[in-house]
């Protein structure tokens, strides 16, 4: 099956230091790549749409400077949180959409990455 | 606007016993419909899904969902819990009529196992 990698799993950073997550499909080209963000025995919130080539769609209330994401080959998105600071300590999850599974809407989902600000 | 409602954020059932997790869902258009289910740390794995195909909808593990239109329902079930099932389940909505479109996600609904 359609495999979606992330990378780190676990962080760990200082204030004001900038993270980078990057998720990557193993098996399979991806146009379409999703960020959520979970807050501990919550749901998934979803952050912004990456789109391979060009700017990513934020949705309301996400900060593009402070949650910056880049989508430059069809197997790679990647986000970096800047200037991080401890409330944007969360959990964060990428999926890719299969490209030839576009008309189902089936994700695959990345192992998830868990920032740790100090 | 799509939307997914999940009732009861915390289920606890006996091993052995039938599982019911509820979701009803809130559409404009004919939805697609996911069950993921999440393990401590991890990302979410698809159980199953509808796409207007049969409404009865058979998963790994033993799940299996029916999609009820009437109803705007989409229940997950499994007739012998085990205690590896104990983990955190999404109910998801999405639109079929674009390939850009988004999933929503329920709020999730933690199941238990007791021995």
């Known amino acids: 099956g359609a495999v979606v990698s992330q990378h780190p799993s676990w962080v760990i950073c200082k204030s004001g230091t900038s993270v980078k997550i990057e998720c990557r499909s193993l098996d399979f080209q991806a146009t379409t790549m999703f960020w959520y963000r979970q807050f501990p025995k919550q749901s998934l919130m979803l952050m912004a749409t990456?789109?391979?080539?060009?700017?990513?769609?934020?949705e309301q209330g996400v900060e593009k400077d402070k949650f910056l994401i880049n989508h430059a080959s069809l197997t790679l998105s990647t986000l970096t949180v800047t200037s991080a600071h401890p409330e944007d300590s969360s959990f964060y999850i990428c999926?890719?959409?299969?490209?030839?599974?576009?008309?189902?809407?089936?994700?695959?989902f990345g192992e998830g990455s868990r920032l740790t600000v100090l | 606007a799509q939307s997914v409602t999940q009732l009861g954020s915390h289920v606890s059932v006996s091993e052995g016993a039938l599982v019911l997790l509820r979701c009803n869902y809130s559409s404009s258009v004919p939805p697609y419909l996911f069950w993921y289910v999440q393990y401590p740390n991890q990302g979410l794995q698809l159980l199953l899904k509808y796409t207007s195909a049969a409404t009865l909808v058979k998963g790994i593990n033993g799940f299996e969902a029916e999609f009820k239109k009437s109803e705007t329902s989409f229940h997950l079930t499994k007739p012998s819990a085990h205690m590896s099932d104990a983990a955190e389940y999404f109910c998801a909505v999405s639109s079929p009529y674009s390939s850009a479109s988004k999933i929503i996600f329920g709020s999730g609904t933690r199941l238990s196992i007791r021995p």
């Open positions: 990456s789109n391979e080539g060009s700017k990513a769609t934020y």
């Open positions: 999926s890719a959409r299969y490209l030839a599974g576009a008309g189902t809407g089936e994700l695959f």
